[in-house]
């Protein structure tokens, strides 16, 4: 199966397509869509490579832009996900921007703009680890606003979305979906492992409880705010070496069908000879 | 004319409906709806000090904000109108930024980044000098973008000033008209005055020499961005008493109709006696 046809399709396997259902109950998080681990890791040191590449001409153009969302329930891995994407990254040209509980100054404003401020400039890359879809998930898991509110937010994403596309921004999201065993696993080692438990929160164990509704504020975010142009990529990720190969491999797609340019240099320039 | 019910009815009579067709060549930059300005300067100072004391109020409430835009030809009287309404509002809790040409970052982002970086936060007022409608005004009349860029910005501009709308956010936009005899005239001034040359700009001529181009885009502007919830007033505005006494109306009547209130008190604290 790790051909490269096989490969190629990755993207269009995992795409929420607009108008399609999803049940994530019935989502396979262990799945691998045929990979094996071997043949995943060296495909992607490839997508790694392409992505240094892409990038670098992106930046080297300097009139496009692109901004990766990434949400996924607690210990989803995306932190991981970041580390491995940005390995292929120059820092220089991306940005990552973690979006926690808002400031009151940002509660002062509406909810997209902090998020607005983050996003990329041209010839840049932006990773948003958690993003403004936190606006309809723990805040319509929590009530935090009313539900006309929430339900709003849906189109306004969409319309704000579709502003950042025309003016220049391609648009990936991922969603990264690990089921409640592996959760379970995940924060269980966090707590076992004296390294690791820093990284667990008080908050874990009650935000488990809500499971369902998570899982239901999950599913309208991917029905309600996939679109051609800013689709979500619902990525099986329990296991993590899939879950690296499924997003870079996206990236690399998406990167190489933006096709950016090294702009041309200035006519006459090749003659120049540079004095002694 | 000059009695309550004229004054009351003043925002109406400015107000662009949504769908109206406008024809600034027979537009009436003089006209004062009936008011003598002596008359107008008796009211102009009441609206004043409702406004002081409505800001206060939506300042202590916290909760709404009002954003109010101005735009206008060059020498429309933007400044002297930003100078007369501060005048009333308390500068804590009231903003004023003046939108010139964009940096190069704010140029390596989508044109209402920067915008939205100065919307009001909540209990705020934000007045703006020029504004985001220069990417459909200066940028359209200058080809600075392609036809199909500026003229999707119309509807990207409702969705955006939507989203601030439906988050808290009042919007009133107002538009000074002077006609060409009163630019040629207050252009003149600044030329012949030694006080008023710096305000002179080499490339206002230019831009006079564009005043066709100008008025389709004014508009096309007014046409298309007028909405319930953030209308445009379109005010004439060569005689400065009543373009005052205009704004200053409507600005009272729309803090009169969000009626912001002081918070209540804590439960308990009326029966409080501060110790020695």
Redesign the interface.
Known sequence: MADRDARRSLSQLLRVEPGSRIDLDRFDAQRTHGWKREDAELHQAEQEARLTELQERLWAE?KRSLLIVLQGIDAAGKDGTIRKVMDAFNPQGCTVTGFKVPSS?E???????RI??H?P????VAIFNRSHYEDVLIVRVHGLVPRDVWR?RYR?IN??E???T????VIRKFFLYIDRDEQRERLQARIDDPNKRWKFSASDLPEREKWDSYRKAFEDMLEKTSTKDAPWYLIPANRKWFRNLAVSTVLAETLTAMDPRYPPADPGIEDIVIPR
Do not use: A
Request: avoid cysteine; charged fraction near 35%.
């Open positions: 300097g100054e509660l002062r404003h509406d909810y997209l703009w607005h401020h996003t400039g041209k010839g840049s709003r306004q319309d704000w579709r502003l950042l025309e003016e220049g921004t």
